[in-house]
């Protein structure tokens, strides 16, 4: 978070106004198409953008602070509040972290449960973003026909968390709660429509001409730049470079899933539109498949001093009401090491690096967030466009500014 | 999950295929100051002038994705600051991860924006909250906290409230 006169722009200012033909404009943070408190100091030439120098901070909070204050399982409600959209994502990857560094090993049942937690969290996201992105472009309908679906995908995390947004649902270990019984009728339910409804957004914008005159051939990032740039997800896919985490390094068994990875050589915000609406149907096919052949078994792993005993245990079993005890008045101690778990979360590479110093609480907890990387390329993309495609950029890398400034 | 190896010598002993450690060995091996390979994943700690040549040799490895430049305080152990780098093969499908220290007399290490672009933001994060400085990067100011901030919030002897 930058004072207003110390962004580099106004630093390289002629002396001499009148041989000035640029100005300076400020866009945010208080602006409706910057999704949040995204702050952006234009240099633009008329219409033409010359520089784009985006002021990040106003959300931060000092997450990474709190989490070394805390038990290792007291963490996980925290890494929810980083990223609204996809808080299962974070959830997941560091709770792979900790799994990591003590050795536990996750039943089936709980890793395919994730997975599928995981599939909706990006369907979730994706729907906001394309109901967002349609909206800054002009097209105020979709917005409504998408969040009628997130709206049942987020009933679907009530049900299984009790919390529509902030689920902190997985634990250090496997899950918080048994699903209900219902959960699966109501999946299923939901994505067997979705397929149609995905048709539907596509008849509503894929045929329109004013959206596709706003979005092709805008933006343009080409693969070298953005691998050197730190894109990742959807936009570098966009972009023609052939990399998902889910299927090139795969973690809680997503190398038992068939699914496609979409991508595209345009590297416009077009291309990038198109990448997210197909990675939609395939999240629509993995969440079949995880319903389809869920494994039977426990949710938790067999680690009674990690993962907290069920209830009735603990009313009928001395040791269990013990533990229990531990693990919540002192945590549990992890190895001491170091770990980076990564995971292709809906903006793309998200990455938890937890180091440990042996006791309770973590020494360090790190995230590697793909909005936070991904907006440097912002310049790249930007750059000698009109000052309109800056709206459409900024929706087509799909940024979330809780996630960029932790 | 293999076994541990825990320092210099058993790492480039041990697994002298690995692409990072063999790059980095045809390199310059006296500028590998440690190696352990622990949890499946390489840690190497480079000599502190000489991370920018280091990048670029796990470049040409075929370590082509920066993902992330962090930092872990290690107060009062001297150095304290370990600036961390985690870099990603998309070929190789592994990465590598970097380590260079630095001492709270003079925390400083140089910049790898010329090799990636996207050290940008990272180093400017390690910069604002651990006071770690990085030469040669073209743009050296706060990121997340006010300019007029004083401390640096993640080192250790800053209380988790703040100053009051």
């Known amino acids: ?406 | 999950m293999n076994p541990p190896l825990l320092n210099k010598d058993a790492v480039f002993q041990g697994m002298p295929d690995h692409p990072a450690v063999a790059g980095l060995r045809a390199w310059k091996p006296d500028a590998v100051v440690d190696a352990k390979f622990e949890f499946d994943e390489l840690t190497v700690t480079i000599a502190p002038q000489e991370i920018r040549d280091a990048c670029r040799a796990v470049l040409a490895a075929g370590y082509n994705f920066l993902e992330d430049v962090t930092c872990v305080d290690w107060y009062p152990v001297e150095p304290r600051f370990h600036v961390t780098y985690h870099i990603l093969s998309h070929g190789l499908k592994q990465r590598v991860r970097l380590r260079v220290l630095a001492n709270s007399m003079d925390p400083s290490v140089d910049s790898i924006t010329s090799v990636w672009p996207s050290a940008d933001f990272y180093e400017r994060e390690v910069f604002d909250l651990f006071g770690v400085r990085f030469n040669g990067h073209p743009n050296m100011r706060r990121i997340m906290m006010p300019d007029d901030w004083e401390g640096h919030p993640l080192r250790k002897d800053y209380p988790v409230e703040g100053y009051r």
């Open chain 1, 1 to 406: 978070m930058a004072d207003f006169l110390s962004t580099p722009i106004l630093e390289s200012r002629p002396d001499d106004p009148s041989q000035d033909r640029t100005m300076v404009l400020n866009m945010g943070p208080q602006h409706p198409s910057t999704h949040g408190v995204l702050r952006l100091v234009l240099e633009i030439d008329g219409e033409t953008v010359n520089k784009v120098v985006p002021d990040i901070g106003f959300l931060h909070t000092g997450i990474e602070k709190t989490c070394e204050a805390k038990f290792y399982q007291q963490v996980v409600p925290l890494t929810d509040r980083i990223d609204y959209l996809s808080p299962m994502s974070n959830n997941l990857c560091y709770c792979l972290a900790v799994e990591k560094l003590l050795g536990l090993e996750i039943p089936a049942r709980a890793q395919w449960t994730r997975v599928l937690l995981n599939e909706l969290t990006r369907l979730n996201s994706h729907l906001v973003w394309l109901g967002t992105h349609a909206m800054d472009i002009g097209a105020l309908t979709v917005f409504l026909y998408t969040f009628r679906e997130r709206e049942e995908i987020l009933n679907i995390f009530e049900l299984v968390a009790g919390q529509r947004m902030m689920t902190s649902y997985f634990r250090i270990g496997g899950l918080a709660l048994e699903p209900p019984l219902d959960f699966h009728r109501r999946v299923q339910a939901l994505i067997k429509i979705l397929p149609e409804k995905i048709d539907e957004y596509l008849n509503l914008l894929t045929g329109n001409p004013i959206f596709y005159n706003r979005l092709k051939g805008v933006g343009y990032i080409s693969g070298a730049d953005a691998i050197a740039l730190g894109v990742t997800g959807p936009p570098l896919r966009a972009s023609g470079v052939d990399w998902d985490l889910r299927r090139d390094m795969p973690y809680s068994s997503y190398e038992k899933f068939q699914f496609e990875v979409p991508v595209s050589t345009d590297g416009d915000v077009w291309a990038r539109y198109l990448v997210r609406l197909k990675e939609m149907r395939e999240s629509v096919k993995i969440c079949q498949q995880a319903l389809d052949g869920m494994p039977e078994g426990p949710i938790k792993a067999n680690a009674p001093k990690v993962v907290l005993p069920d209830r009735e245990q603990m009313k009928t079993q001395m040791e269990s009401l013990i533990y229990h005890f531990k693990i919540v008045t002192e945590g549990f101690a992890v190895p001491a090491g170091e770990v980076y778990q990564a995971i292709e979360s809906p903006r793309g590479e998200m990455g938890y690096y937890v180091v440990s110093d042996g006791t309770a609480k973590p020494y360090r907890v790190h995230m590697r967030n793909p909005s936070f990387a991904t907006l440097q390329a912002l310049q790249t993309m930007c750059q000698g466009r009109m000052l309109a495609d800056v709206v459409a950029v900024i929706g087509s890398i799909d940024i979330v500014l809780g996630e960029i400034d932790r």
